[in-house]
């Protein structure tokens, strides 16, 4: 039961550059989620999906953008990767809104951003 | 909009002790919950208890347990026979039901716990 998977673990961008990180979960959940971490501030929520074809801003959306491609997958994308954006980045899903179940966390991407 | 305020950014407890960490929250709503999250070295974000805030008993899970203070707006954790596995970053969180799910954190507490 691999819970939720992202990839890749570690990542090395220079300013300017591309990415996309991966997310997916085997739960069935319908709501989905990217948060950053940094010290001293907690899990900060990017973007979530609640169910599959939509998705919303959360606390700090700006220089991202997201894709919920399908039930199982929502990726996280960076178009123009700024020393601000090193992070660890966390994934995560839960079940229904109205079921109010906790969130399952992926094991986080670190990014450096130079 | 819901806030989670963790005051002790850093704490330390002997092997086998007993430490509480403080969490207090705002929110409007009635109908909530929260939740303990644990975050070893590994980083793996890890589910330690949870509380669902029409519920008056406290919940508890084996060394772990809170402290809900539903009018004070506070839930504390206390962690029982402290153990060196329990060296971590610990959050709390909220989450209230509505038309999408999304989880607030606080800011998070670094346990050191000293053999």
């Not at chain 2, 508890?60 to 060296?87: C, H, M």
Request: overall charge positive.
């Amino acid at each position: 039961n691999a819970g939720v998977t992202q990839t890749p673990k570690f990542q090395v961008l220079k300013t300017g550059q591309s990415m996309t990180l991966q997310c997916a979960q085997d739960m069935n959940h319908n709501s989905m989620y990217w948060y950053r971490q940094d010290p001293g501030m907690g899990l900060r929520l990017i973007y979530y999906s609640a169910s599959e074809g939509t998705t919303d801003k959360g606390e700090v959306p700006n220089g991202y953008n997201v894709s919920r491609l399908n039930k199982r997958e929502f990726s996280l994308r960076l178009e123009s990767a700024a020393p601000s954006q090193t992070s660890v980045y966390f994934c995560a899903s839960s079940d229904t809104p109205q079921k109010n179940t906790e969130a399952f966390f992926g094991q986080g991407t670190r990014l450096t951003v130079v | 909009a819901q806030t989670v305020t963790q005051s002790q950014p850093e704490m330390s407890v002997q092997e086998a002790e007993t430490v509480t960490l403080s969490c207090t929250y705002d929110t409007s709503e009635s109908n909530y919950y929260l939740f303990w999250y644990k975050q070893p070295p590994s980083r793996q974000m890890i589910l330690v208890i949870r509380q669902e805030a029409y519920k008056q008993q406290n919940a508890t899970e084996n060394r772990f347990s809170v402290n809900f203070q539903k009018a004070a707006k506070s839930f504390s954790l206390k962690i029982s026979d402290s153990q060196l596995g329990d060296t971590a970053m610990y959050f709390c969180a909220f989450i209230h039901p509505g038309g999408y799910q999304k989880v607030t954190f606080g800011t998070g507490t670094k346990l050191q716990v000293i053999p």
